[in-house]
Structures are given as structure tokens and as C-alpha cells.
């Protein structure tokens, strides 16, 4: 017996503040396979969650989203992405504040950089020019604690879950493209 190939699967790694929040949410798309809490952008290797929240290692706290592309679009991940956070404040996002929750998109190749452009562009129009979101390339994503992942799902009802995290997830998922998949 022959099993059937595993999907092609690709990844995007995106930073809207904190990682809880941005896994959470992505956790709500159909197609996306899996979501990872990490850090990426900054200078400091080997980064811990203590040395992040010093707001001193360059780092954001980012998602590295694992998706099928025949059941997820990018364009449409990178879409989401402007309603999943405020893109149009720097270095804060609500009570977060400090450099490492910065918006900020890093993008793997040409392909990313070019729909991620277009993206902005997109939701640049509809926010009237404010968006400050940062575009780089991806040099390294570091995968953040065990006790950073799953968050959400696996603290309902810590503080930070009850009142930051469940109100954004309830308005995600009224939005069309956030049916949640099966897991």
C-alpha cells in the first residue's frame, strides 16, 4: 500500500507583538498546519525570552507559520496580518511596549518580498499611510521556550489570555478568511 505524499507545505515568519497573540490568531486559518513562537530580526544569537524582554537584542518577537499553499494563499496570510495587530504603531502594541513587539514582516525570498509589498501596499491604502510595519530578510528565526507555545490554547484563562487575547480572537473569527481548520 502506497501512502499519500505529505502536502507541500511553505512558511512565513511575521512579528505583530506579542507572539501569543499572533500564534493564537493564526491558529484560526484553514491551511495552516502549524505556528511556532520565535525570535528573529535582531543581533543577539541564541536569544532567550529574559534577554528579548530587555528590549536590547534587536529581536521581535515573531511566528513562523507553517501553511499549505494549496489551501492557504499567501497573499491572503499577509492580508490577515494588518487585521491580527495595529501595524500603524511603532514599538507597541496596546500595554506591549519596547522594540520587540514591533511590527515587522521578514520574508525568505524574492517571492515573499514582492507579495508582502504588495500587501502593505494594499492596507497602507485603506489606513490612510500610517502603517510602520518593518520589511527584512529572514536571517535566522530562533524558536522561543516551550512555555511560550501554544499559549492561548493552553492558558485560557491567565489574565493576559482572558482580556488581551480572547476579545482579538472573538473579532478574528468573524472575518470570512478565519474559519478555523480541524486539528
Known amino acids: 500500500m502506497t501512502l499519500p505524499a505529505a502536502p507541500k507545505t511553505e512558511t512565513l515568519v511575521l512579528g505583530g507583538g506579542c507572539f501569543w497573540c499572533t500564534e493564537a490568531a493564526y491558529e484560526l486559518l484553514p491551511g495552516v ?3 511556532v513562537s520565535g525570535y528573529a530580526g535582531g543581533h543577539t544569537p541564541n536569544p532567550t525570552y529574559k534577554e528579548i524582554s530587555t528590549g ?12 499549505d499553499p494549496a489551501q492557504m494563499e499567501l497573499e ?8 491580527a495587530h ?5 514599538n507597541r502594541q496596546g500595554a506591549d511596549v519596547g522594540p520587540q513587539y514591533r511590527s515587522i514582516i521578514l520574508y525568505a525570498d524574492d517571492v515573499q518580498k514582492a507579495a ?3 500587501s502593505m501596499a494594499r492596507a497602507n491604502a485603506r489606513l490612510g499611510g500610517r502603517i510602520v510595519t518593518e520589511l527584512a530578510r529572514l536571517e535566522k528565526f530562533h524558536e522561543a521556550e ?3 507555545q501554544d499559549y492561548f490554547r493552553l492558558n485560557p484563562n491567565a ?3 482572558r482580556y488581551v487575547i480572547a476579545p482579538k480572537i472573538e473579532k478574528l473569527k468573524k472575518m470570512p478568511v478565519a474559519k478555523p481548520a480541524a486539528r
Request: net charge negative; hydrophobic share 40%.
Open 33 to 35: 498546519v502549524s505556528v
Open 56 to 67: 536590547r537584542t534587536g529581536h521581535a518577537e515573531v511566528i513562523r507559520i507553517e501553511y
Open 76 to 83: 491572503t496570510l499577509l492580508d490577515f496580518f494588518w487585521e
Open 86 to 90: 495595529d501595524p500603524t504603531t511603532p
Open 116 to 118: 508582502a509589498e504588495a
Open 146 to 148: 516551550v512555555s511560550h
Open 159 to 161: 489574565g493576559y489570555c
